[in-house]
């Protein structure tokens, strides 16, 4: 498998290459873009400069636009300032460095949270909407679900501004009183803050439509084998009831870790077209040798879709393997993005493990192109119908714009006679939630350096 050969390569490289050179007397060997401006160096700056040429060394190998690293850069740098001074603006928007525990928290396990679970956003009458909920949380099996109105929050009204600073310390068994409206019933709950583990699939079901059964599924974050996990329930499900269209839901996935979308591709098409190539990954110059494709391959629950065209809910929050998974179906599928344009990352990340100090750098080192060489869509995939973000609506609900707008395409051949630019209920601002939110990722590897 191209992970397998990727890692084996990677470690020769970086057994090779990865190093800190101190020479006599405190003076230190800069390399091709990364030339320090000064060599008498406190004990401090010392220590900064070993972490910092670790970081420096490895972006000159491995980053995507290493030619544009600074000629000149301050080594006496906190380690996160001196990464963001190395990045390639304002083209590169997402390299990122972390601490560990952060990144293997909320990267590589399930995320584990202290709070309610909720996600809000405002609506166009400025009412603050139940955006998100996960299922696994109290507030999901007392009955809240998306579209509900949030009025007060212990006892005072409650708007996007002020959503966070109404509740309670976030720490488990607090208690906070939420005055809930839907349809015409206000309903008093009191939440308590849980330790909970978020999961990445949020709802599947089924969807009659005239003659088709349409699978539906909402994916918010592709994690690694718990993500895979929940998508094999989520396709044995579809495959045991026989469905022959799909609207897949990836409005607020950001992305994650790049074999959970091939594993969500592999699911959707791998049993169709089996060893054909989906995707291909491009290094820089000096890794030509790294890159490489990856070959569908049938999974016990891929589909068998009639139709051979797939509908994908998008908005600018979907991004990275989000985008990867829209742009691999492409040559396979007629696929229809409904929502709004995607954030527009077609570069992905490999995650390097500073083994002596407490980092995780990710620099962008590939990019991503599907069987057909397309890709390089900086500016976003925009979608084939333009509809709002529904916040009135569950996620599923045939009344909520983006599924409507599929159901009318399957059952009429065409969509809504114009744009739907606005709904009675459309989003009005960002999400805001109590817990976590991932920022955007398209990780190909980790691996540990010194």
């Not at 990727?6 to 003076?27: D, E, P, Q």
């Amino acid at each position: 498998m191209f992970q397998d050969v990727l890692k084996r390569k990677l470690s020769m490289i970086t057994r090779r290459i990865l190093y800190v050179l101190l020479i006599a007397a405190g003076l230190f060997l800069a390399v091709e873009g990364c030339k320090k401006n000064e060599d008498n160096l406190t004990y401090h700056e010392q220590e900064l400069y070993f972490i910092n040429k670790a970081i420096c060394d490895t972006m000159n190998i491995y980053y995507l636009w290493y030619k544009n690293i600074p000629s000149k850069v301050d080594f006496r740098q906190e380690p996160p300032n001196f990464f963001n001074s190395l990045k390639y603006r304002p083209q590169d928007r997402w390299s990122f460095i972390t601490n560990k525990a952060s990144f293997y928290s909320d990267f590589v396990g399930g995320s584990v949270y202290a709070s309610h679970g909720i996600g809000v956003m405002s609506d166009d009458s400025n009412a603050l909407r139940v955006a998100l909920i996960f299922p696994n949380t109290t507030a999901y099996k007392s009955g809240v679900r998306r579209g509900w109105i949030i009025r007060k929050i212990n006892g005072k009204e409650a708007t996007i501004q002020n959503y966070h600073s109404l509740m309670g310390p976030q720490v488990p068994g607090n208690a906070d009183t939420f005055l809930f409206q839907h349809d015409t019933l206000l309903e008093t709950k009191i939440l308590y803050n849980e330790t909970f583990t978020s999961p990445t699939v949020i709802k599947y079901d089924t969807l009659r439509a005239g003659n088709a059964l349409i699978g539906y599924l909402m994916f918010y974050e592709f994690r690694g084998s718990d993500s895979q996990a929940e998508l094999d329930s989520a396709f044995a499900f579809f495959v045991q009831a026989g469905i022959n269209e799909l609207i897949l839901d990836l409005r607020y996935n950001t992305g994650g870790f790049n074999s959970t979308a091939h594993y969500l591709v592999n699911l959707i098409a791998g049993k169709m077209f089996a060893g054909e190539i989906f995707v291909k990954y491009t290094f820089n110059d000096k890794l030509a040798s790294l890159n490489e494709s990856e070959k569908l391959t049938s999974l016990s629950n891929s589909l068998s879709l009639s139709g051979k065209r797939i509908y994908i809910v998008t908005t600018r929050e979907t991004a990275s393997s989000s985008e990867l998974v829209i742009n691999s179906l492409k040559p396979f599928f007629t696929v229809y993005t409904i929502g709004d344009t995607t954030h527009g990352k077609p570069v992905g990340m490999i995650v390097f493990d500073m083994k002596y100090y407490d980092y995780v750098i990710a620099p962008i080192a590939f990019s991503i192109y599907n069987k057909n060489n397309e890709g390089d869509y900086f500016q976003g995939i925009p979608p084939s119908f333009k509809a709002p973000d529904d916040i009135a609506h569950d996620f599923g609900d045939p009344a909520e714009s983006c599924v409507k707008a599929a159901i009318s395409h399957i059952t009429s051949g065409s969509f809504f006679l114009k744009e739907m630019r606005t709904s009675p209920f459309t989003r009005q601002s960002c999400m805001s939630t109590d817990f976590p939110r991932k920022q955007k990722m398209g990780v190909l590897k980790v691996l540990d350096f010194e």
